[in-house]
């Protein structure tokens, strides 16, 4: 059998930081509130300029370095981005080019908070069939771009980022099992109502609009079920779980996740304090954080899982 595992981890974090008291200058609301409700201390927003894909090639260059491994050994490029810098060519494409990587497929995957998950589970069916050896996938996003920085409700959740991991063949499971869905029915709590074929209809409308509580309350129940589902594709215990590695938009999301898996936050990989909700990159990105600061080590099996715009949501089960 074919698998794939993470030979290789990448983040990177726009140099300007937007913390709570910057906020509270900007809308009606406080440090107090933001943290408690959310978790949220501070956020990186991308410069004047900077996009999606400036941060990605930085995220890129960074899990490429750790996995020992050149462009021109990769075969794929996936980018899950709700924010791509362009209609088109895709974000992937125009990383392809930055980074010197030509010929193979290079494609966006758009799931919003799930991007990443969504676009690791394709990269690894790719490994899996032989149609690629060495993936580059990466979650990228400049979210700060369709945030109504006036509206208090959703300006302080949001920040921008990247994060990457390199992926290649292997003998043994690193990717063990991925698990998608999501449900078009909730489209109308959570998205960005203007596009192209739609175009704008309307003041506001190229920025987020949210129903908080009832996508609070969705996330909750749907990563309740999907922690089910994966231990028991996997015929595992709760007790096998060494690291949660969840999406971060709300550290009472994370908190509810940790207990279905009685699992102690010390076993949980946390960002959402200095990072906010950086979309797709949020999962690779804690990823990173962790492996980077030695946390996580060889051998030990995470359950990363996202929930987001769609609605999607998703995991993927991973021996690092
Ligand atoms: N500062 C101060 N008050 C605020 C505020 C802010 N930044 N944002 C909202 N409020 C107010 C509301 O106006 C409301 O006031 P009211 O009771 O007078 O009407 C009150 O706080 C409570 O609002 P509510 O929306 O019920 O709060 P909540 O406990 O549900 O928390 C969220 C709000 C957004 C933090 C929470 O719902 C959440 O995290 N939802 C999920 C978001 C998410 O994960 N989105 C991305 C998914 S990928």
Known sequence: MRYSRIAGTGGYLPERVLTNADLARMVDTT??????RTGVRKRHIAAEGET????AEHASRRALEAAGVGPGDIDLVVV??????????????????????????AFDLQAVCTGFLYALDIADKFIRTGSADRALVVGAETFSRIVDWTDRSTCVLFGDGAGAVVIEAAE??????????????????LNVPSGVSRRCDGAGSGYIQMAGSEVFRAAVKALDRIVDETLAANRLAKTDIDWLVPHQANTRIIAATAKKLDLPMSR??????????????????????AVRDGRIRR?????????GGGFTWGSALVRY
């Open 268 to 289: 949980v990989v946390l960002t959402v304090e200095d990072h906010a909700n950086t979309s797709a990159a949020s999962v690779p990105l804690a990823l990173d954080c």
């Open 31 to 36: 440090d107090e509130w933001i943290v408690d």
């Open 52 to 55: 999606t894909c400036d941060l």
């Open 299 to 307: 051998g030990e099996l995470l359950l990363l899982e996202a929930f």
């Open 80 to 105: 899950g981005t709700a924010t791509p810098d362009m209609i088109f060519p895709s974000t992937a494409c125009l990383l392809q080019e930055r980074l010197d990587i030509h010929d193979g497929p």
């Open 172 to 189: 043994v499971p690193g990717i063990v099992s991925t698990h998608l869905h999501a449900d078009g029915r909730y489209q109308s709590l």
